[in-house]
């Protein structure tokens, strides 16, 4: 079947024509290692795998890039503040050294990791670090500066944004917004969009950077991006993700430089959309430095299932923005455990399947693939596998094993064997019932099995005795 996918750069929707037949090329911006990721950064790795989960599920081959900013990256995308990673020294009581820099790094990105392993997310080919390349950022600085796209402040080297006739395609940004002023922050900038290819050293500690022909310093967070795509990706590669706060500034950066560097490259463009916390003006986007920060570890010390997190996220398509809540991730983790449950019934069936059973299981791959294949829509594929759960003319078996064949793309890994919490309630009226089944008293058993079951809970009786499990 055919991928549609929708492309931030088009607008539209389109069917996916790989470069390649049979491969994807993929590029997927990673993160800022200062400190943990919070669960609205997740989104974004959760919406990727996905992406990548339905390419293998379509039987492509694909080559994976998740980058790891450990310098460049300040605290305003627009170039501005302090370098994030500098900030976590002095948080952390580190010397300003690039050394110490580099295990701060280590240290958050061996989290980042197990986050991503507790999301059950694929590990990409390659993880390169901004670090590592600071060869490639210079030599595309130089090929930018030949090419007449660059000029020199006293900070730094940046791009000219007017040299390049399609800056602010990607997302249709509206370049009138900025004209009104150039006195900013920076008042060397020639334009406010202006961005730095290069930023001298002198303008953060002397003692941090790397030698470059045009000045010691450190590259640009956007220039990095680019430099490390093409070295594992080539010129041209079929898609780029991030969050659609990369849109406006980093994303549209990143095509204006390699655009003018002479490389194709990205052909489609896909962004998720936030993991929003109420406040009381509203809502806002979760984020690092604010109030509202969540780290994956939160949810294990509540007892959470982190993959309750991932059963949010597919539960809205990628685009979609969500809002948090604890009943929410509460509710999910409850319904995972529910569908996890389920599947353990279905382990009893033998019987073979009659045409008509076939039929019907060719019909759930058929949807299965058709919507997955629809720009991952994710939440109407959960919904399709709890009707599957519930349709009596395919046997368990079968059913348990084209769960577990989409479960390839959701990566819920729906055949774990979970303890399921019984509520001391529930508990306590189960050995009400079997006190009453001993003594015969079938009538008083059946009223305690209903109110069980108003508590979400049903009681299967089996040889070894009673046993509840949630409806």
């Given at each position: 079947m055919n991928i549609y996918l929708h492309n931030t750069l088009s607008g539209k929707k389109e069917e996916f024509k790989p470069l390649k037949e049979g491969h994807v090329s993929m590029y997927n911006c990673g993160p800022t290692v200062y400190n943990y990721a919070h669960i609205g950064n997740l989104r974004s790795y959760v919406f990727a795998d996905t992406l990548r989960r339905t390419f293998e599920y379509n039987?492509?081959?694909?080559?994976?890039?998740?980058?790891?900013?450990?310098?460049?990256?300040?605290?305003?995308?627009?170039?501005?503040?302090?370098?994030?990673?500098?900030?976590?020294?002095?948080?952390?009581?580190?010397?300003?050294?690039?050394?110490?820099?580099?295990?701060?790094?280590?240290?958050?990105?061996?989290?980042?990791?197990?986050?991503?392993k507790e999301l059950r997310i694929e590990t990409p080919e390659h993880f390169p670090f901004a670090s590592e390349h600071i060869k490639e950022d210079i030599d595309l600085v130089e090929k930018l500066d030949q090419g007449g796209?660059?000029?020199?402040?006293?900070?730094?080297?940046?791009?000219?944004?007017?040299?390049?006739?399609?800056?602010?395609?990607?997302?249709?940004?509206?370049?009138?917004?900025?004209?009104?002023?150039?006195?900013?922050?920076?008042?060397?900038?020639r334009n406010s969009r202006d961005f730095a290819l290069w930023k001298f050293s002198w303008k953060f500690n002397n003692e941090l950077g790397y030698d470059a022909p045009f000045g010691k310093g450190f590259p640009g967070w956007h220039i990095e991006c680019s430099a490390m795509s093409v070295k594992y990706l080539g010129p041209e590669f079929d898609i780029h993700t991030g969050g659609i706060d990369h849109i406006p500034v980093h994303h549209n950066n990143e095509i204006a430089q390699a655009v003018s560097a002479g490389?194709?490259?990205?052909?489609?463009?896909?962004?998720?959309?936030?993991?929003?916390?109420?406040?009381?003006?509203?809502?806002?986007?979760?984020?690092?430095?604010?109030?509202?920060?969540i780290a994956l570890k939160v949810l294990k010390k509540k007892k959470i299932d982190p993959l309750a997190l991932r059963y949010v996220f597919l539960g809205a398509r990628y685009?979609?923005?969500?809002?948090?809540?604890?009943?929410?991730?509460?509710?999910?983790?409850?319904?995972?455990s529910k569908l996890r449950a389920k599947l353990r019934e279905f382990d009893t069936n033998t019987e073979s399947l009659s045409t008509n059973q076939k039929a019907k299981i060719k019909e759930y791959k058929d949807e299965f693939n058709r919507l997955i294949n629809d720009d991952l829509d994710t939440a109407s594929a959960l919904?399709?596998?709890?009707?599957?759960?519930?349709?009596?003319?395919?046997?368990?078996?079968?059913?348990?094993?084209?769960?577990?064949?989409?479960?390839?793309?959701?990566?819920?890994?729906?055949?774990?064997?979970?303890?399921?919490?019984?509520?001391?309630?529930?508990?306590?009226?189960?050995?009400?019932?079997?006190?009453?089944?001993?003594?015969?008293?079938?009538?008083?058993?059946?009223?305690?099995?209903?109110?069980?079951?108003?508590l979400g809970f049903k009681v299967k009786?089996?040889?070894?005795g009673s046993v509840v499990t949630p409806l």
């Open positions: 039987k492509y081959k694909v080559n994976q890039v998740v980058n790891i900013t450990d310098i460049g990256h300040l605290s305003s995308d627009a170039d501005d503040g302090e370098d994030k990673m500098t900030k976590a020294l002095k948080r952390e009581k580190k010397p300003l050294t690039l050394v110490a820099m580099r295990e701060v790094a280590d240290k958050y990105f061996g989290k980042f990791k197990k986050d991503l796209f660059t000029y020199k402040t006293s900070d730094g080297i940046y791009f000219d944004i007017k040299k390049f006739a399609d800056y602010g395609k990607l997302g249709n940004i509206n370049l009138s917004e900025d004209e009104q002023s150039r006195i900013g922050l920076n008042p060397e900038k490389y194709p490259y990205a052909h489609y463009w896909m962004h998720n959309a936030h993991l929003n916390m109420a406040t009381e003006n509203g809502s806002e986007k979760m984020a690092k430095s604010g109030d509202n920060f685009s979609t923005p969500l809002q948090f809540s604890w009943e929410a991730l509460e509710s999910a983790h409850t319904s995972l919904a399709l596998i709890w009707e599957l759960t519930k349709n009596d003319e395919i046997e368990n078996k079968e059913k348990k094993k084209l769960i577990l064949k989409f479960d390839k793309v959701l990566g819920l890994n729906l055949n774990k064997k979970t303890t399921i919490k019984i509520p001391e309630k529930v508990e306590n009226l189960l050995k009400e019932r079997n006190l009453a089944r001993e003594n015969k008293d079938f009538v008083k058993s059946d009223e305690l099995r209903l109110e069980i079951e108003k009786d089996t040889e070894e």
